[in-house]
Every structure is written in C-alpha cells, then in structure tokens.
C-alpha cells in the first residue's frame, strides 16, 4: 500500500525555510495557532500591549510553539496599575473648557502633567487612552492618534472600565 507524501513539508524545513527567507528578504514569517492569536486579542487591552511589544513576537519568534511560549510569558506579566482615573479626570477637566471639541493629545498629556503630576510618553498616553477605548468603545472614542473624549463623568466611565477589564480576566 502506498502512502500520500505530506503536503505540509516538516516542521524543520519550514523553519530552515522561514531562516533563509528572513536572510534573503530581511522579513519575516511567524507561525501561530489560531487559538494562541485569540488568546493574544484577549490579553492586548489588559496587558496594555502596544504595537512596539507585537512587532517583538513577530521578529523573534517563528514556530508555533515559540509564539505560545512568547503569549505564555506575556500572561503572566503582572502590569502596573494604569493611572486611568487621572487620565479620565484630566480628559473631563480639558472636555468643561470647551464640551464641543475632542481632547488633543498633547493638551491631555500637559494637563496630566501639570496637574495630576503625571508624566508619560506620547506612545504612552495614546497606548492608555486606545486600551479604555476598547474596552468600553460606547462611552471612550478616540479619534485617530490626534484626539479623545468621553461620553460620561470619569467616575462612571471608571466604574464601567473595571467591570469589562474584570469580564475580560475571567474570560481568560
């Protein structure tokens, strides 16, 4: 009885293959199972993780098993506690000067920094502000990298926050 050759060549020679390719093209190719990729979704607003940390999984990582090994060591960071209530009040305090216009970024991050003592990176700030605004898009928009505001007064934008970032860890 003859058996089928495998279409799918061996797990060493696709990653002899991915090397040389990386070498010949300077990119590169990551292999991830699809439920380590829903996984990774599901950790990108409660880790915080910001392009800068995606681009490092797909630079160093190349086989499935290194791309679970890297999610695994991501889950079990323990982030800082974000300064998200600053960040609410200091939007709510620019948004009462002006409630028709969106926040601007850098105005955020001077009156974060004068006022609530609070000083953080442009990629920082908006790295925040994009994770509140996609745990809870109906009360948190954001407009490009440009602008931000909130629907509500930052103690209930607050208070809807914590129950989705909860929702969202006991998914995990």
Known sequence: MRTMPSAMPSMTSLV???????????????LIRIVDMARLVRLAPLKRLGLDRVRSLFETTATPAESRKWIDALA????TVPPYRAILNAIHEVQKGDPTEAVQFPALRNQLRLNHSIALTPQELFELCAAM???????????????I???????????ALGAA????????
């Open 76 to 79: 079990a960071e323990t982030p």
């Open 16 to 30: 002899t293959e991915i090397a040389k390719d990386k070498s010949q093209t300077k990119r590169t190719i990551t």
């Open 165 to 172: 970032m909860r929702a969202q860890e006991q998914a995990q």
């Open 149 to 159: 505001e909130i629907d509500q007064r930052p103690d209930k934008v607050l208070k």
């Open 133 to 147: 605004g996609r745990f809870v898009p109906q009360l948190v928009t954001i407009q490009g990298k440009r602008s």
